[in-house]
T-cell receptor, first 116, second 114 residues
C-alpha cells in the first residue's frame, strides 16, 4: 500500500526566503506526482504535475523535482511571500494502467507560514 | 469553465439525519472522485466514477454511505443515518482521462453532525 509522508508538518519562514518542502513515498511505481495548495476553508488547487518520466517542472517561483527511484519529491519556492502561506500537499498516482490507476494517495501536507 | 461545483458548502445536522452532498464536475471530465478530509486522517478517497460508472468504492466507510452519478454532470454522496464521526470536509474532484490526469477540486462541503 502506497504511503506518502510530508515533513515537516508545519514551517514558518520570513518573507523573501527560499524554501523547500519535502514529500516521500514508499512505492516507486508511480504514474505521476502532483503538488497542491490548500488555503483555509478552500479546496485544493493544483500547482504542478510531474510525470514519472520527468525530473522537474517549473511554474513561476515554484519548482518541483522528482526522484522516483528514491521515492522523493521536493517543492522549491523562491523568494517567498506572505501570500504563499497555505498548506501544501503532494499526491502520487498509481503506476499501472487501467481504471485503478486514477487513484491518488495524498500526504497530510505541510502548513507554510511566511512572516512579513 | 466554472470549475467543480459542490453544494452545500456547509451542513449542520443532527445524528441520525440523512445528508446529501452534491457535485457538478467540470464539463467534459469523465472521472469524478469523492474525498473526505479530516485532521486525523488527511484526504481519503471514498469512491470514484468513470463515465458515470462506479469504479472503486473500497474507500466508502460503511453501508451508511452511498454515491450515485446519474449523468455526466451530477453526482451525489449520501449518508444515512449520519453520525458525529462523519463530521469532515467532503471534496469532489474531476479529471479527464484524455489529459495528463491533473485533478481539479471543488471548494468542499463541510459537514458537522451533532
Amino acid at each position: 500500500k502506497q504511503e506518502v509522508t510530508q515533513i515537516p508538518a508545519a514551517l514558518s519562514v520570513p518573507e523573501g526566503e527560499n524554501l523547500v518542502l519535502n514529500c516521500s513515498f514508499t512505492d516507486s511505481a508511480i504514474y505521476n506526482l502532483q503538488w497542491f495548495r490548500q488555503d483555509p476553508g478552500k479546496g485544493l488547487t493544483s500547482l504542478l504535475l510531474i510525470q514519472s518520466s520527468q525530473r522537474e517542472q517549473t511554474s513561476g517561483r515554484l519548482n518541483a523535482s522528482l526522484d522516483k527511484s528514491s521515492g522523493r519529491s521536493t517543492l522549491y519556492i523562491a523568494a517567498s511571500q506572505p501570500g504563499d502561506s497555505a498548506t501544501y500537499l503532494c499526491a502520487v498516482r498509481k503506476g499501472h494502467s487501467g481504471a485503478g490507476s486514477y487513484q491518488l494517495t495524498f500526504g497530510k501536507g505541510t502548513k507554510l507560514s511566511v512572516i512579513p | 469553465d466554472a470549475g467543480v461545483i459542490q453544494s452545500p458548502r456547509h451542513e449542520v445536522t443532527e445524528m441520525g439525519q440523512e445528508v446529501t452532498l452534491r457535485c457538478k464536475p467540470i464539463s467534459g471530465h469523465d472521472y469524478l472522485f469523492w474525498y473526505r478530509q479530516t485532521m486525523m486522517r488527511g484526504l481519503e478517497l471514498l469512491i470514484y466514477f468513470n463515465n458515470n460508472v462506479p469504479i472503486d468504492d473500497s474507500g466508502m466507510p460503511e453501508d451508511r454511505f452511498s454515491a450515485k452519478m446519474p449523468n455526466a454532470s451530477f453526482s451525489t454522496l449520501k449518508i444515512q443515518p449520519s453520525e458525529p464521526r462523519d463530521s469532515a470536509v467532503y471534496f469532489c474532484a474531476s479529471t479527464s482521462g484524455a489529459s495528463d490526469g491533473e485533478l481539479f477540486f471543488g471548494e468542499g462541503s463541510r459537514l458537522t453532525v451533532l
